[in-house]
């Protein structure tokens, strides 16, 4: 079982829909947690970070976290062609000597059609 | 402020040459990563440096070293190049949560 783990897609929704990305991972102890976004041949960019149990809301993207379940999710509310690109979900470990160290999924590929 | 800038963009190498890509910071960081990112893999932790001085492995260590010269600067290096290293490198700061990537470099191994 891979740690972290994404439906690779990819996921074609219409402008102005609902995206919604999911996202597993298997060490439970994991306490950080990430979506970046990554554009056809370029680097990834962070989009949201979330802690805690719960929902985080910025600008029109929505985190959620539900540690119990061991369950990340982004919701893209009015999802624009622009939001087209590959959203890796990415977790630290636990662990006092992580560093910072991040395990990522493999990636969805989210196209926004007009 | 050019964040963190790779050098080359792009490489092509014949099986069993050597060569180090290049990565440098200006953000102050005081860790720093490389990754590869292999198609349907996500982004897969090869080295990591806490701190200055310091360097560790990550997931996939096989074929590289690196060395983290200063606060700024952090190599890799492939010293025998397989074409099971063709791939897309990426060096990333971490500045508290946030890591901060680099442009990338495209590898080909032939």
Not at chain 2, 60 to 77: A, D, I, T
Request: net charge neutral; hydrophobic share 30%; aromatic share 10%.
């Amino acid at each position: 079982q891979k740690e972290v783990e994404q439906n690779s897609g990819p996921l074609s929704v219409p402008e102005g829909a609902i995206a919604s990305l999911n996202c597993t991972y298997s060490d439970r102890g994991s306490q950080s947690f990430f979506w970046y976004r990554q554009y056809s041949g370029k680097s990834p960019e962070l989009i949201m970070s979330i802690y805690s149990n719960g929902d985080k809301e910025d600008g029109r993207f929505t985190a959620q976290l539900n540690k119990a379940s061991q369950y990340v999710s982004l919701l893209i509310r009015d999802s624009q062609p622009s939001d087209s690109a590959t959203y890796l979900c990415a977790v630290v470990n636990a662990g006092g000597t992580s560093y910072g160290k991040l395990t990522f999924g493999q990636g969805t590929i989210l196209t926004v059609h007009p | 402020n050019a964040g963190v800038t790779q050098t080359p963009k792009f490489q092509v190498l014949k099986t069993g040459q050597s060569m180090t890509l290049q990565c440098a910071q200006d953000m102050n960081h005081n860790s720093m990563y490389w990754y590869r990112q292999d198609p349907g893999m996500g982004l897969r932790l090869i080295y990591y440096s806490a701190s200055e001085g310091t360097t560790d492995k990550g997931e996939v260590p096989n074929g590289y070293n690196v060395s983290r010269l200063n606060k700024r600067e952090f190599s890799l290096r492939l010293e025998s190049a397989a074409p099971s290293q063709t791939s897309v490198y990426f060096c990333a700061g971490r500045q508290g949560e946030t890591q901060y990537f680099g442009p990338g470099t495209r590898l080909l191994v032939l």
